[in-house]
């Protein structure tokens, strides 16, 4: 017999889950709130939730009895996960319960946008004909489908049953199903600009943290209309409403939202008597605020599962849940999943006062040039406009990489980079060279040489250092400092030097010494790379134009 607590209970599920637990010799009691500090039960054996409650590491510490957390969710992101493997805690979820019940309900909110269904309600002076409420046919239409798991296959079979055009992306296609379904896998760009409307079904993680970013909105067909029924954090929400504002995209219905928390009253009155929020919570309180203003736009509050029927299934599955972990039977556990590595970007530090006279720097500290400085706002721009959300960004100890990084940061300007000087990702050491003219040393020692220390694997500078030496102090940083942060699914930006990048490159690359020489890292460009979660190497790269141009003589 266990102490079990259900959080978050409902009138419903206090006498679903009674009558399913009444056979069992389990004590039970409900709690009608979410989980918190205060209204955690230190003697709960087992504990059930629902996604209203973050089930956060204190909590779990503060029951010491604990053996299991039983969500009554698909989604488990708001328990942690590595706290509860630390404590020996057990966490299952329900994996499927309602696949038709929110496929059907991303189908309530497509229609409710094509039919303009919120202004029809509305309407009071009632005439026969209302040209401002003239919808759209879904018949024919292009229907894209993200994430084709089992709420996504029954989000294809309803498109199909409207005569629409059916297209999916998946990270893992399954063919098998696209047959027997008899739709077409599309990659994720090719989806985005031929959809009139995008549905998506796919699980919120670091990897899909605004899998639809500015960048993937802008590219999507003019009038297109998103409907979201995974997760708000799948969304750029600050870029939808911009889009949505500037007329590119013809709607959007979201059952899941950023800081979705905000909706419930409680928090909200929570918030104000603490009298302080953080930056982004207060940013998606102003968004949630826009959306709900703007008349092509449903925003509904994480309803998609809501039906007696599903709620039954949940109830039931959690109660078997609880049942079968006393009887060492746990098929739904739910393990930390491997996360996908974040981004690494590659960025050279934007022109300094040599760089533009074309004056070797190596480890002198130079100022930015006026040109370097102003670059930096367009740089960050560029970033701010990929949506490449940036955790982590190192600079060197020379002043203008972190000089351009400040300027990058405040055009970025959200408050969550965390910055690191690195002293492995100095400039390369240029010696005697240093403070020279390059093309007169190119015409003292002529082209070959000129080319040999300068582009070449093992050929130092006189009294300075060699690309090796220099590849030899960037790699071992990058391992120990930068991949794990990727593999944490963090996006790390590294602001440095031409060389050190270059080093840096020919490892994640694996380009071989004698090829070296051809390596280039230019100033007007910047590399995105996803690199293998198990080597660190590359996987693939995206070579990318900062915007800035190029003046000087490099
Ligand atoms: P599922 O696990 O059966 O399917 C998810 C699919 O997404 C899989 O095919 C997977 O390969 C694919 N996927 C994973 N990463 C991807 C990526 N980076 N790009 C493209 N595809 C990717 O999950 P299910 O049951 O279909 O649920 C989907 C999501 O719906 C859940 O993760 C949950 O967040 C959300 N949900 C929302 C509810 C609501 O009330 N609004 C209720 C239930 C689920």
């Not at 870029?239 to 419930?264: P, Q, S, T």
């Not at 078997?320 to 930390?336: Q, T």
């Amino acid at each position: 017999m266990a102490h079990l607590v259900f959080y978050d209970s409902t009138e419903l599920d206090k006498a679903q889950l009674t009558n399913a637990l009444k056979e069992t010799d389990h004590y039970w009691e409900y709690q009608d709130d979410k989980i918190s500090l205060e209204t955690c039960n230190p003697n709960a054996e087992i504990i059930s939730v629902f996604t209203t409650s973050t089930v956060t590491r204190e909590m779990i510490s503060a029951m010491p009895k604990l053996t299991l957390i039983a969500c009554r969710s698909t989604g488990f992101n708001h328990v942690d996960l590595e706290a509860a493997a630390d404590h020996n805690v057990t966490v299952v979820n329900v994996p499927t319960y309602g696949d038709a019940t929110v496929a059907e309900y991303a189908f309530t909110l497509l229609l409710a946008l094509t039919r303009k269904l919120q202004e029809v309600l509305a309407v009071e002076n009632e005439r026969l004909v209302m040209p401002e409420l003239t919808g759209q046919d879904l018949l024919g239409k292009t229907f894209g489908v993200i994430g084709t798991g089992h709420i996504g296959q029954r989000a294809i079979k309803m498109g199909k049953g409207f005569s629409m055009n059916v297209i999916a992306y998946d990270k893992y296609p399954n063919e098998a199903i696209a047959k027997e379904l008899d739709f077409k896998y599309a990659d994720l760009d090719e989806l985005l600009s031929q959809a009139d409307y995008i549905s998506l079904h796919l699980p919120y993680n670091p990897g899909t943290h605004h899998i639809l970013n500015r960048e993937r909105l802008l590219s999507m067909k003019k009038g297109a209309i998103v409907i979201n029924t995974g997760r708000g954090g799948l969304v750029d929400t600050r870029a939808l409403i911009e889009v949505l504002d500037d007329g590119h995209l013809g709607g959007a219905a979201l059952d899941v939202l950023e800081g979705e928390n905000l909706l419930d009253y409680e928090e909200e009155t929570a918030l104000l008597r603490k009298g302080e929020a953080p930056e982004e919570l207060l940013r998606h309180s102003v968004e949630i605020s826009a959306l709900k203003k703007m008349p092509n736009v449903i925003v509904s509050p994480h309803n998609a599962f809501n039906t007696v029927e599903a709620i039954g299934r949940i109830n039931q599955t959690t109660v078997d849940n609880i049942v079968g972990f006393y009887n060492h039977e746990i098929p739904n556990k739910v393990e930390a999943k491997p996360v996908e590595p974040g981004k690494l970007i590659l960025l050279r530090h934007t022109e300094s006062e040599w760089n533009a006279k074309g004056v070797w720097s190596g480890v002198t500290d130079i100022n930015l040039s006026e040109k370097g400085k102003n670059d930096r706002a367009i740089v960050g721009q560029k970033l701010k406009e990929l949506g490449l959300t940036i955790d982590v960004a190192f600079h060197t100890d020379q002043k203008r990489t972190a000089d351009t990084l400040s300027g990058i940061c405040q055009v970025i300007d959200d408050g969550r980079i965390r910055t690191v000087c690195e002293s492995s990702f100095n400039e390369r050491n240029y010696g005697e060279y240093t403070g020279m003219d390059k093309w007169k040393v190119k015409e003292e020692i002529g082209e070959e040489m000129f080319n040999q220390i300068r582009r070449g694997w093992d050929v130092p500078f006189p009294n300075g250092e060699t690309l090796k030496e220099v590849y030899e102090r960037v790699v071992p940083a990058y391992q120990n400092g930068v991949f794990p942060l990727l593999k944490e699914g963090k996006n790390v930006l590294i602001v440095a030097h031409g060389n050190s990048l270059r080093a840096l490159i020919k490892y994640l690359d694996s380009i071989p010494d004698d090829e070296v020489g051809n390596l280039e890292m230019l100033m007007n460009q910047m590399m995105v790379y996803q690199v293998n979660p198990q080597t660190g190497l590359k996987e693939s790269v995206e070579i990318l134009d900062t915007g800035t141009k190029v003046e000087a003589k490099f």
